[in-house]
């Protein structure tokens, strides 16, 4: 069965230095992609998607890098600050039914001051 | 900015109990989901709902209803509680006619304890 899946569930990193977190998918029809932050206590907030058309998008600090070929999604956080730390979830949208979303497990991203 | 809102924080229920979960968002979406969160399971979809009176089961509806009445409500019922069912609930919402037309807007989330 289709499943989206994140290859670690905890990553520490110093303040100030890149982080990478990553997410497997197996759905190869999937093309539609979205990364979400979520702190403690807070719902899930959208951080930057990417379409399958697309192997990289850019925002403000952060970097999703699509490969097809492996079925691999990967978020970079530059700079990674304090405010940075939350739980991280990709998440397959599937589109074709009304846009419902499967989430990963999750990563935990801690930053070290 | 889109604005989801829950009706409670915290909740603390007894087996047995009907409980209501409420979500109201004020950004005029059509879609709509509530979604049940526990620790190594991640977010799974429980119901959504694509318009007023319309509803559509997730992959966990057994135990669950629901209720969309308003556009702008959509109402998750536990008809009789039980303890399995102790978690984090996340409404979210979404429109066709946003942007990408997909991201979903979440709510705070409603942690609920059944004793």
């Known amino acids: 069965g289709e499943s989206v899946g994140l290859h670690l569930p905890t990553l520490s990193v110093q303040e100030g230095d890149n982080s990478i977190i990553n997410c497997a998918y197996s759905n190869s029809a999937s093309d539609y992609f979205i990364w979400y932050k979520q702190e403690s206590g807070k719902g899930p907030q959208f951080i930057i998607d990417?379409?399958?058309?697309?192997d990289k998008r850019q925002g403000q600090r952060v970097t999703v890098l699509l490969n097809k070929t492996v079925k691999h999604l990967s978020l970079q956080i530059a700079a990674t600050q304090p405010g940075d730390s939350a739980v991280y979830f990709c998440?397959?949208?599937?589109?074709?039914?009304?846009?419902?979303?499967?989430f990963g497990q999750g990563t935990e991203l801690s930053v070290k001051p | 900015d889109v604005k989801v809102t829950q009706s409670s924080r915290y909740l603390v229920k007894r087996t047995g109990e009907k409980v209501f979960l409420e979500c109201v968002q004020d950004m005029d979406h059509e879609n709509m989901f509530w979604y049940r969160q526990d620790p190594g399971l991640g977010l799974r979809l429980i119901y959504f709902s694509y318009d007023v009176k319309m509803k559509e089961k997730g992959d966990i509806p057994e135990g669950y209803s629901v209720s969309r009445e308003k556009k702008e409500r959509f109402s998750l019922i536990l008809e009789s509680a039980s303890t399995n069912q102790t978690s984090m609930y996340l409404c979210?919402?979404?429109?066709?006619?946003?942007?990408?037309?997909?991201?979903?807007?979440f709510g705070p989330g409603t942690r609920l304890t059944v004793t």
């Open positions: 979210a919402s979404s429109s066709p006619r946003d942007r990408e037309g997909d991201e979903q807007y």
């Open positions: 998440a397959e949208n599937k589109r074709n039914q009304g846009g419902k979303l499967i």
């Open positions: 990417i379409r399958s058309n697309m």
